[in-house]
């Protein structure tokens, strides 16, 4: 970085965040630590004064100069999981009657007021999704405004998480101590963190120079956040547009915190989806070597940013049935989108996304029907992996490019991989379902097939009023005459399988065929009562009711639907 200077020293974390005035940016990544992450780190810390190690090395700080303020681009949650060690100690001094060391500890690396305003001032300041929650729950120094902390974002419930295991930790040092000796003790932690646990502080004069070394620091081996790594790449890109490459990137988190019980990698998969729906199938391992090849300038990374953000809304729709884009679609996407999002099929994805930018309304909604009947059949048939996700992802990046725009043509890009009726129909006819889920959905399908209806294939939410049961059960008592391997070969057979209303009798594991023919034979489902047509039950008999739900099955998922 020719012209730039950087400062590189060795601090510890305690005396870093008493002397640094540190800020995480605010739209930077929200505290992500797990129990185990934090319950590590304090163990860590243990053992290397139980040890009497003279250093700890905690990794890396990267920090840019503001100001009067240092904003941390990498270190942030060490760092924030150490002062929500520290705030325990503090803590722990309140309740046991020591006021003054409590005050030391709170002025020193907590926070302190403001002359003027007398607004409080933390030593570290964490981004706009936790910064006052972490306020009120870590550093505050009002029992009862702790205690009344309400978390309102994930990021929180990993801070109260931090927060109280590092209240058990610190009660865990000092249990078996003499009362003399317990804040000794709880002092020794405070000077290890201030004097021996260290860190190297890469200082740099401004922000785009703190992305470059954040990217660089972390380019090879063990990636601490893989979103934070394609973040830190086009930012430091952006150059003077940084602020807004960041507006771009907080519309885009923000649209997926939307998607319903998103997990923590969700801004990875769907880089990675957006990226595969452009350009073909992208491991996750590759997806930041392939980005930073193609996006190196600074434009290219605004317009990615740009991208990603208004593509997010669309992203989030995929997998949110109730999303207000549905509206446009009618009833019957909203039913399909519900489905695929139960069957979790997230190889679909990319091509999904390429469609709904791809194809008119009309053929977007044909093909969310088609795909509920190719991913069932992909399921049932044990095709998945790489190679489906290869086959999506290369009819995803046609799509993209306006080779592919109907779903006619789709259809025939896919026919190498998507089971054909006969293939199928094998399939179905000696599935076994472990998945409960999956069971019930397949059976239901099935039924509502069976009644005649149009669209089987969407089955509604029941709320657990339909019980997926076994007829032959997995632990039988004597009454059945079948050897072990025969009944671990057919409990989860498809054709073992049987629906019952939850209100009605369900089906006792040690009740021989003969007595439960007679709940099969009255239950709501002809499905189920046709299991009840047999003088007997066993692998013969499975197999037959499988055939037959087999060929109901082509019917009820079609290939061409």
Wanted: proline share 5%; net charge negative.
């Amino acid at each position: 970085m020719p012209g730039e200077r950087l400062e590189i020293a060795r601090h510890a974390i305690a005396k870093l965040i008493k002397d640094g005035s540190l800020c995480v940016p605010r739209n930077q990544r929200e505290y992500a630590w797990r129990a185990e992450h934090v319950t590590d780190l304090y163990q860590d810390i243990e053992k290397a004064i139980a040890d009497g190690a003279p250093d700890y090395f905690l990794g890396s700080v990267v920090v840019a100069r503001t100001d009067n303020k240092h904003e941390v681009f990498d270190g942030q949650q060490r760092l924030a999981t150490s002062v929500i060690f520290l705030a325990a100690i503090r803590d722990w001094y309140v309740e046991n009657g020591d006021a003054e060391r409590a005050g030391i500890i709170e002025k020193e690396y907590l926070l302190s007021k403001n002359l003027e305003t007398l607004e409080p001032e933390p030593k570290l300041s964490l981004s706009k999704t936790d910064h006052d929650f972490y306020l009120k729950r870590v550093l505050s120094n009002d029992p009862a405004e702790r205690a009344g902390a309400q978390p309102t974002a994930e990021s929180h419930a990993r801070i109260t998480d931090a927060a109280n295991i590092a209240a058990r930790h610190v009660k865990d040092i000092v249990a078996a101590l003499p009362p003399a000796s317990k804040g000794q003790a709880l002092y020794t932690r405070v000077a290890y963190l201030t004097e021996r646990a260290m860190v190297i502080c890469v200082e740099v004069p401004d922000k785009r120079s703190a992305y470059v070394v954040f990217e660089t620091m972390n380019d090879r081996g063990l990636r601490p956040s893989a979103a934070d790594l394609l973040k830190n790449h086009l930012f430091g890109l952006a150059d003077n547009r940084i602020e807004e490459a960041e507006r771009n990137w907080v519309a885009m988190t923000g649209a997926l915190e939307t998607i319903p019980d998103a997990d923590d990698d969700i801004v990875v998969t769907y880089i990675r989806h957006f990226w595969t729906a452009q350009h073909g199938p992208t491991r996750s391992k590759d997806l930041f070597d392939k980005m930073s090849v193609d996006v190196k300038a600074k434009q290219p990374a605004i317009d990615f940013t740009t991208e990603l953000a208004t593509t997010a809304s669309l992203y989030s729709a995929l997998l949110n049935p109730a999303h207000d884009m549905w509206n446009a679609y009618g009833p019957t996407a909203k039913k399909h989108v519900q489905t695929i999002a139960g069957l979790r099929v997230e190889q679909l994805r990319p091509l999904l996304l390429a469609a709904i930018k791809g194809f008119s309304p009309n053929e977007m909604t044909r093909f969310l029907l088609t795909a509920v009947c190719w991913s069932v059949r992909c399921l049932i048939a044990g095709i998945g992996g790489g190679a489906l996700e290869a086959y999506y992802g290369r009819s995803a990046q046609r799509i993209s490019k306006g080779e592919i725009t109907t779903l006619d043509q789709l259809a025939t890009a896919m026919a190498g991989i998507i089971p054909t009726d006969e293939v199928f129909r094998t399939a179905v006819s000696v599935a076994r379902v472990a998945k409960a889920d999956l069971g019930r959905y397949y059976l239901r399908a099935l039924q509502l097939k069976a009644d005649g209806e149009a669209e089987p294939q969407y089955v509604p939410n029941d709320g657990g009023e339909i019980n997926l049961e076994h007829v032959l059960p997995q632990a039988p008592s004597p009454a059945w005459t079948l050897s072990a391997e025969e009944m671990k070969a057919n409990f989860r057979r498809l054709g073992n399988l049987v629906l019952l209303q939850a209100s009605k009798n369900t089906l006792a594991d040690n009740d021989d065929y003969s007595t439960k023919k007679s709940i099969l034979a009255k239950s709501a489902f002809s499905l189920t009562r046709e299991a009840a047509s047999y003088s007997q039950w066993g692998p013969a008999e499975i197999a037959g009711r499988q055939t037959q739900l087999a060929s109901l099955a082509v019917d009820t998922w079609p290939l061409r639907p």
